[in-house]
């Protein structure tokens, strides 16, 4: 009778269980009946309307570029056609002295595998030896480093080299702190202009030749800057990724606004200041992430003009592991949306530039391209248009969910044409990093606990990847941690929660793009993006 009884009980369980799920399931789906008509759907539709609105503008903004990049095509507007451009010559009188005096500074941290690079290619650049002056600014906490750095200062002055090299006792403003702290030597007084190259930039050895004139002889000219050419672009799928952005970035927005209102941001690195204008614009300051843009957007409301050398490269190294370049995108994303709450009123205010040009730095430069750009990409295409599969009673049209991001998306592949074939995995990755950009873009507007967060992009050099390769072969003890990153598994989630929906229930076919998106977010967040390095 008892077995009876158990068995009876037994085949009660599944049932109850099964009862237990229909009731919660059932719960749910009340619930979310009740909430979906009075809140879900108008926020929704909201957040549509405005990610629509912010579309728009992102779209106007490109085609607007893509037509003055025609026009400056056609009209050959190049940079030695408006301003005076002429080499500078040795005067049988002067000699030497008829050039001006130049100090090249190197900012550097812990940077074992480049350091050589961008000493040796200062230390090589073609300018009178008594007319320049390398300044080594070293703020590397590793002893062995250091010492590494100081050898190879010392072998570069045997041969006659001006080269200082110079430490502080601390890192008070990491970047902008070094390189402030450097103009502070008594021998930069006598120096006119001041060019800057990050540890892992190369310029050929007659940079300053192509450069240097432009200020000479312009004197209303405070910057001069070069593009970047990538050493490294071909070593993975996220290198050639990023080329594709900085192509889009130097070929078109540099050149725009260097041919329409002679500003653009500066880019911290390759580039020549005259020193008169950095310190007439208030010198370095580190209240942000991006002391370079800061100190361009000061200079420029003080009336200096600056020009763009699109057909001056200076080589340099993309980061390879996805962890450095997230950190690069945390701070070029968190640094302009900083610099644009604390400038805001300062720029309404100026009264040495044209309403024109203010208009320009506002809405073009900081608003849409700095803000808008990264909001829209994650908000639109990673949780809205998912979220309307799942609310029905939201449609988007398909001029906002299709064609301006598909014109977008040709606009932006303009600048690399080598990586067209390519574009579906760039318009993945680039909605991946929008989380990070995005989460980025709102610490910098609300000032957050992290909005000063410097972490330097880890440059890893062919030693280290050398090194790299043997460690991975030999297979390491590897620790989840290292290669999971939980954000891009939640939004992916997410994303393929919304593909399944739209398979079985929807009606606009979106299920495809969710799929691959969702696919791209897991792939980032189990860590197969670039270069990993194990740990030993």
């Known amino acids: 009778m008892e077995s009876v009884t158990s068995s009876a009980a037994m085949a009660a369980l599944p049932e109850?269980?099964?009862?237990?799920?229909?009731?919660?399931?059932?719960?749910?789906?009340?619930?979310?009946?009740?909430?979906?008509?009075?809140?879900?759907?108008?926020?929704?539709?909201?957040?549509?309307?405005?990610?629509?609105?912010?579309?728009?503008?992102?779209?106007?903004?490109?085609?607007?570029?893509?037509?003055?990049?025609?026009g400056i095509k056609l009209s050959g507007r190049r940079p030695n056609r408006r301003y005076k451009w002429e080499p500078l010559r040795e005067d049988i009188e002067l000699g030497n002295s008829a050039f001006p005096m130049v100090l090249v500074q190197i900012p550097m941290f812990n940077e074992k595998e480049v350091y050589k690079l961008s000493i040796g290619a200062a230390c090589?650049?073609?300018?009178?030896?008594?007319?320049?002056?390398?300044?080594?600014?070293?703020?590397?906490?590793?002893?062995?480093?250091?010492?590494?750095?100081?050898?190879?200062?010392e072998r570069w002055a045997s041969k006659g080299i001006n080269i200082r090299y110079e430490i502080r006792d601390n890192r008070n403003g990491y970047k902008a702190g070094a390189l402030k702290e450097g103009m502070k030597h008594s021998y930069v007084k006598n120096c006119d202009f001041v060019a800057i190259f990050d540890a892992d930039f190369q310029p050929?050895?007659?940079?300053?030749?192509?450069?240097?004139?432009?200020?000479?002889h312009n004197p209303q000219l405070g910057l001069v800057q070069?593009?970047?050419?990538?050493?490294?672009?071909?070593?993975?799928?996220?290198?050639?990724?990023?080329?594709?952005?900085?192509?889009?970035?130097f070929t078109v927005e540099q050149e725009v606004g260097s041919s329409m209102y002679s500003f653009f941001?500066?880019?911290?690195?390759?580039?020549?200041?005259?020193?008169?204008?950095?310190?007439?614009?208030?010198?370095?300051?580190?209240?942000?992430?991006?002391?370079?843009?800061?100190?361009?957007?000061?200079?420029?409301?003080?009336?200096?003009?600056?020009?763009?050398?699109?057909?001056?490269?200076?080589?340099?190294?993309?980061?390879?592991?996805?962890?450095?370049?997230r950190y690069q995108q945390h701070r070029w994303s968190c640094g302009p949306a900083n610099l644009f709450r604390k400038m805001l009123m300062e720029i309404i205010r100026n009264k040495k530039v044209s309403p024109f040009k203010k208009v320009h730095v506002i809405y073009n430069f900081f608003f849409v391209r700095k803000i808008v750009a990264h909001i829209v990409t994650f908000v639109f295409y990673c949780v809205v248009i998912p979220a309307t599969v799942l609310v029905p009673e939201v449609e988007i049209p398909?001029?906002?969910?299709?064609?301006?991001?598909?014109?977008?998306?040709?606009?932006?592949?303009?600048?690399?044409?080598?990586?067209?074939?390519?574009?579906?995995?760039?318009?993945?990755?680039?909605?991946?990093?929008?989380?990070?950009?995005?989460?980025?873009?709102?610490?910098?507007?609300?000032?957050?606990?992290?909005?000063?967060?410097?972490?330097?992009?880890?440059?890893?050099?062919?030693?280290l990847k050398t090194k790299a390769i043997t460690k991975a072969s030999k297979k390491p003890k590897m620790r989840i941690g290292d290669r999971l990153h939980v954000l891009e598994l939640g939004v992916g989630a997410f994303l393929f929660f919304c593909g399944f929906y739209d398979l079985g229930f929807g009606r606009n076919h979106y299920f495809i793009y969710l799929f691959l998106q969702g696919f791209a977010f897991f792939a980032v967040g189990f860590g197969y993006v670039g270069i990993f390095v194990p740990h030993s």
């Open 398 to 463: 398909k001029w906002g969910s299709v064609y301006i991001p598909s014109i977008i998306t040709l606009l932006n592949a303009v600048g690399t044409p080598r990586s067209l074939h390519l574009i579906v995995f760039w318009i993945l990755f680039e909605n991946v990093m929008s989380l990070h950009r995005t989460k980025a873009t709102f610490v910098g507007l609300l000032e957050t606990s992290k909005v000063n967060e410097w972490i330097v992009t880890e440059k890893l050099g062919d030693a």
């Open 265 to 325: 941001g500066f880019n911290g690195t390759a580039g020549v200041w005259r020193i008169s204008a950095l310190n007439e614009a208030g010198g370095w300051k580190d209240r942000t992430t991006v002391e370079d843009m800061d100190l361009a957007v000061r200079a420029s409301l003080k009336g200096w003009k600056f020009v763009y050398l699109s057909d001056l490269k200076v080589k340099n190294e993309l980061p390879s592991t996805f962890k450095a370049y």
């Open 204 to 216: 050929e050895p007659d940079f300053l030749s192509r450069t240097v004139p432009f200020l000479v």
């Open 226 to 249: 070069a593009r970047w050419k990538f050493s490294n672009s071909n070593e993975c799928l996220m290198t050639r990724m990023q080329e594709m952005s900085l192509d889009y970035h």
């Open 124 to 153: 090589g650049l073609s300018w009178p030896s008594d007319r320049i002056i390398i300044q080594v600014l070293d703020d590397s906490t590793d002893p062995i480093i250091k010492d590494l750095v100081v050898m190879e200062c």
């Open 16 to 70: 109850t269980f099964q009862e237990a799920r229909d009731d919660i399931a059932g719960q749910i789906g009340l619930i979310w009946d009740q909430v979906k008509a009075p809140v879900i759907v108008p926020l929704l539709r909201l957040a549509a309307f405005l990610c629509l609105v912010m579309s728009v503008m992102l779209f106007v903004e490109k085609v607007y570029m893509a037509i003055v990049i025609v």
